[in-house]
């Protein structure tokens, strides 16, 4: 019961608006409690709440033998009837503090922070008992640390494993871990923190961070004592298993949720002062970083990952991302062309925009006071298609949003401002590419012809299993829209092979369709079953490992038959290339073209010594150069650069 009691002093900074801390850090390490913001509702500590609208009420059943408490609070919309559950345990005795999306959520305590009050009971005065409210007194009292004190002196390491998007969440964390006065080392031995960003997306993604977790666990063994560091799951994975992850041999110290990273700080004290196991996999309506600034993961990058939006509503049958990731949110333009501006400023080339389901972007903040796309922006293919919203011959399983500003606009905006910068987005979906955004991307010459087009499977039946939305015609009729409307686009794209039910002549529609398009890029996976996701529910995992390995093999080879053809054709025609690093494994600088093929450049000027026609000069990191291929495989280019060059030089030739 002490340590309870210790967990509830700590946790009450979690619900200040200022963020500050209670108390000062120390190191212990947990021994059999466990203290998890994760797997239910904050009702663990308060006999009476009050909810908002926008809650998710799937709260437990109220307990006959518990007593239950009633509130009405004029500041809410409703009033919600809850019983005050025991704090649960796992099989080893270890306590677990609720925080999710199944009652009044993390934020609801946050905006009703300023009255200070549980029903209609008033804060304590800070050291001063208050019998009525108990153990959750301590919730009331006023933090008076300051937030940069939490970190001083202490260090944190960090691993990324996943998608782009979890490269720029771990940047967001760092910056908020920075601001509280924590410090990034490359050196684990001296790190009192430990950090993964995982990925769920498949089983193989999880047993990576588990073969991980398993390595600091011998690694914190083999410290003595306070020397051990804590280890934080963030991410994807910490949202999906939040319960294994701290209940499994005690891998975890903190787990902290995709939308939870302001709380990581608060977090991270309570680990080190109350002895315990946290977690807040809280997930959020609105929560999207714009106000803070990414500290890069590579300082010197010229190259940098931008997320304008947050989430998915896709519900496509596969995914899990909705679950771990929550609705879509999109930033307003203003903070993200703000952000541009500043990348900008410290002389980045390259802005990749980020999202889950990126070009269904939508800003309603700045609709009324925006102005109106450019010229470039608002032309149209066809006569109606400056109305068209969605790809022809795509649905979707929920109600899109109207009005606001759209990716078209989005682009429009950073694109005309920032020449000089070229612009990727991803991850896309086939449903949202109307014409005025093909225009545009074929007429702004610093947007990449560069489309990723994630299509899964080639068959009608198995894409209507997975609730893409479209069928196999559907999806040609666009390749074939987008290819008449930006001649030298290249085209990547997702596949999974062995979804439920597949049969082998389903299959082979896979194969044909990769034959038909000819892809730049693919990705490729067998499919994996994930939890919560529609198709675990409805459908069964029923294609034999052994034949989904065979199946994606054959689509590799597919790939990599059709790719090597297409790149070879590239040899000898010229491309702006971005210098983008230096590769060990060649000795020579490489890069990427605006078609993102990588490239490797072998020499500047002319390669051939006896015709010194073309002068040599000086690359570095972050110039645009005129580069020739000479030779070409599936995946790269090399060649050499013939000389220095910019946006506007290239394409105005």
């Known amino acids: 019961m002490d340590s309870v009691k210790r967990a509830h002093q700590v946790v009450a900074p979690l619900l200040r608006l200022s963020r500050t801390p209670v108390h000062t850090i120390t190191r212990r390490r947990a021994t059999a409690t466990t203290l998890l913001l994760a797997q239910g509702t904050p009702q663990h500590f308060y006999a009476t709440t009050t909810t908002t609208t926008t809650t998710r009420p799937e709260l437990e059943p109220v307990d006959a033998a518990t007593p239950a408490k009633s509130t009405t609070d004029s500041s809410f919309s409703r009033t919600t009837t809850h019983r005050m559950p025991q704090p649960k345990s796992t099989a080893d005795g270890r306590r677990k503090l609720v925080f999710d999306n199944r009652g009044p959520s993390f934020q609801d305590f946050i905006q009703s922070a300023n009255a200070l009050r549980l029903g209609q009971l008033q804060p304590a005065k800070e050291g001063t008992p208050n019998e009525d409210v108990g153990v959750v007194a301590p919730y009331l009292r006023v933090a008076t640390q300051n937030l940069a004190e939490l970190g001083q002196g202490r260090k944190f390491f960090v691993e990324v494993y996943g998608c782009q998007m979890n490269v720029n969440d771990t940047e967001v964390l760092m910056a908020i871990l920075q601001e509280a006065g924590y410090q990034r080392t490359m050196n684990v031995d001296e790190a009192h923190v430990v950090f993964l960003m995982t990925c769920s997306i498949r089983d193989n993604a999880e047993k990576k961070i588990w073969a991980r977790l398993r390595y600091y666990k011998s690694l914190a063994n083999q410290r003595n004592g306070n020397q051990a560091p804590l280890v934080g799951v963030l991410g ?36 080190e002062e109350s002895m315990l196991g946290v977690a807040n996999v809280l997930l959020s309506t609105d929560e999207t970083y714009a106000d803070i600034t990414p500290v890069r993961l590579h300082p010197n990058q010229v190259s940098v990952h931008l997320s304008i939006m947050r989430g998915c509503n896709n519900m496509c049958s596969y995914c899990i991302v909705p679950f771990t990731r929550g609705t879509e949110r999109s930033r307003s333009i203003r903070s993200i062309v703000q952000e541009v501006e500043q990348l900008n ?56 949003r109207s009005g606001g500003l759209t990716f078209t606009n989005l682009m429009d905006e950073v694109s005309r401002a920032n020449p000089e910068i070229r612009f990727r987005f991803t991850s896309p979906h086939p449903k949202d590419f109307p014409d005025d955004l093909l225009n545009l991307i074929r007429d702004r010459p610093n947007i990449c012809s560069n489309i990723h087009l994630p299509v899964q499977s080639g068959n009608s039946a198995v894409l209507e299993r997975m609730r893409r939305g479209y069928t196999r015609e559907a999806y040609l009729e666009l390749v074939d829209l987008i290819r008449q409307t930006i001649p030298d686009v290249t085209i990547s794209s997702d596949f999974i092979v062995g979804f439920c039910g597949e049969t082998e002549s389903e299959h082979r529609d896979t194969v044909t369709l990769m034959e038909q398009v000819k892809y730049d890029t693919a990705y490729m996976f067998a499919y994996s079953m994930r939890e919560k996701t529609h198709a675990h529910r409805r459908w069964k995992d029923d294609v034999p490992a052994d034949i989904k390995s065979r199946r994606l093999t054959e689509i590799i080879d597919v790939f990599h038959t059709h790719a090597r053809a297409k790149n070879q054709a590239l040899v000898g025609r010229a491309q702006l290339v971005l210098v983008d690093g230096f590769s060990k494994k060649y000795q020579c600088w490489q890069g990427r073209t605006d078609g993102n093929h990588k490239v490797f450049i072998q020499s500047v000027g002319n390669p051939d010594r006896s015709t010194p026609s073309v002068p040599e000069f000086d690359v570095k990191v972050g110039d645009y150069v005129e580069y020739i291929p000479t030779t070409a495989s599936s995946t790269a280019l090399r060649g050499y650069a013939v000389a220095p060059s910019s946006i506007k030089n290239f394409y105005s030739a």
């Open 345 to 400: 400023d410290q002389g980045i080339k390259e802005i990749m925009l980020l999202g889950q389901n990126v070009n269904s972007y939508r800003d309603v903040t700045d609709y009324h006071s925006y102005p109106a796309p450019s010229p470039e922006a608002s032309s149209s293919v066809t006569a109606d298609a400056a109305i068209q919203k969605m790809s022809r011959g795509f649905k979707t399983i929920y109600k899109t």
């Open 236 to 271: 994807c994975m910490a949202e999906r298993l939040k319960d294994k992850l701290l209940d499994k041999d005690k891998l975890v110290d903190v787990v902290c949720g995709p939308d939870a990273y302001r709380s990581l700080p608060h977090l991270l004290s309570m680990a």
